[in-house]
């Protein structure tokens, strides 16, 4: 599957009119962005600066990025980086991570603001406290942490997965019992797909834990014949309503070669803003939240953060390569 997309090209205003946001993509505004895209376009050629972007970003964001992707895709992009600069345009523990991939790199994020609820649910003191724990019963017991998490935990962890390769990390991993941190969602979803013990840490992303199942039955009801498909991060009783889990470009993927011709887009509401974008030719209904995070940046601050060079992401060198290290072994389990 293909956890990316590699970008260039023009920008297309009709569409962002089309994507149905009145008020929001005025003539006035798209002048605005057409600006701040070739700003920031003679500033990446500049400073030799990259710009990554998570597939949640508003839609004018996709217009100055090199690379849009999930988080598995863009963990992946951020190797072998040959630009000076990384601009992150994602939330913080995404930053981090091209950090620890590229650590001789600057890496830069538009507002050091942009958190997230998983990565701040567990802290590494907490994490390695309960592990000691549960090895007192079970001592093959290992950490699988989603890549939602700081580089503290990330360093105290023995592999990391992503939405896109949970259940096939913690399916190759060499022990039989697994503290799963920090998305109780996704522990579930894991849990259901493998014969595995799984024991989940008690957090939750906020967008999607708050969508309900009843909002995937009355979409169904109004519109027969429609696809779903969830994020696994949605609680177990929203991923039972669904044909297709999948990470956020997974969903792309399949939206794209699916037969069905119109889908129900169950994640953060960037997704479908995204997919009516890269996918015009089929209809997309949303049962979706806003990330507050994400949509803290903008295409200002991402210029802005290229002309101040602020704000650099900084990991401590001995928890960056403890970090990698189970960043790497993902790669290698998945
Ligand atoms: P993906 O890896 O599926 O893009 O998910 C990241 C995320 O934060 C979803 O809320
Ligand atoms: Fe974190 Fe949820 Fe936002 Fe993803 S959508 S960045 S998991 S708070």
Redesign the pocket.
Known sequence: MDAGTEKGGDILFEQFQALGQPGVYTEERCDEIRDLVAEITALKREKNAIVLA???QRPEIFEVADFVG???GLAKRGVDVTEDTIVFCG?HFMAETAKIMSPDKRVIIPDARAG?SLAESVDADALVARRDELRRTYPDLKIVSYV?TTAEVKAVTDVCC???NAVQVVENIDSQNILFCPDENLASYVAANTKKHIIAWNGN?Y??HQIRPEEIRRAREVNPGIKVIV?P?CRADVIAEADEVA????MIEFAKNDAAGAFLIV??CGLSERLLLEVPDKKFYKACQL?KYMKMITLERTRDALVTGRDEVDVPRDICDNARLSIERMFELS
Request: proline share 0%.
């Open positions: 998570h597939n949640y999930d988080s598995l939330v997230c939602n992503t939405s896109s992303c967008v999607h994020h991060e990470s956020t470009s997974g994640t953060e990330c």
